[in-house]
């Protein structure tokens, strides 16, 4: 493969990105409030009840229902500083994912569906790179920023969420081993896994909002874990974020596989 090419495209597909407003608010509105409006939300609402006189009978009835693994991690924490963890460590881990999912299936239908909704897919297929280059190319251009808004928005949510909760805490409580775990191993491929279905499902879409909203399905699975701790079927542990990493890897690799078959000029051309 010929990496200047490979750059060159990289290189045009975010440029469209960054002029796009349709592409470009999501990866800004969201971000902002699943790592600084939530966690100071998190932090401050028990603060705010217990002044307006109302309890929290709700997290009491929560805490009967957490998993064994999950009580003995809590165990070196006041009960003022347990219901912090649970929320801001525990019970957002899986949420965090939904992001590289929504970053990486936001630009990836604009970097398919979007091209041709635009025009320029012909253009771009008649260029020397091969279909292999181009592939690679279209799946680096939304990977990429996938990752670089995750890790970002990891520094920033570390940072509000030491910050607002010194006061309870008294030390500096995130990350754990879990949130490295998720942060190197398993925020990788759930961006892939965005990429690699948004790949094939834009390949029918004529527009870049068709596109999004069949590619948003791929959240499912992450709403499924969010739902399962919620109801204390299992907690996020460092265990839990390994297989699911594995779990993602596995099926990226298959969707890539699937991906670089069905990317080929001539079917590309047909649909235009």
Known sequence: MNMQIIRALVKRDLKTVFQSKAVL???????????????????YLPDMMSVSGTSLNDMDEYMQMIPPGMLAELS?????????????????APMFLILPIMVASVIAADSFAGEK?????????????????????????????????????????AVVCNAAGWHIMGRIFFPNVMWIVLILWVVPPAAGLGLGSMVLVSRKMKTFQEAYQMGGMVVLPVLLLILTQAFGVMY???LVAALLGLALWLVDGVLIWMGVKSFQRGELIAQL
Do not use: N
Not at 29 to 40: A, S
Not at 82 to 92: E, G, K, R, S
């Open 117 to 157: 909704e635009r025009k320029t897919m012909e253009a771009l297929l008649y260029t020397p790179a091969t279909d292999l280059e181009l592939f690679t190319a279209k799946m680096l251009s939304a990977w990429l920023p996938a990752l670089a808004v995750a890790l970002l928005g990891f520094v920033i949510y």
């Open 25 to 43: 608010m999501p990866l800004i509105i969201v971000p902002l409030i699943m790592f600084v409006v939530m966690p100071l939300l998190m932090i």
């Open 236 to 238: 996020f542990s460092t």
């Open 76 to 92: 070196g924490y006041t009960v003022e500083q347990q219901p912090i963890v649970i929320m801001l460590v525990y019970f957002l």
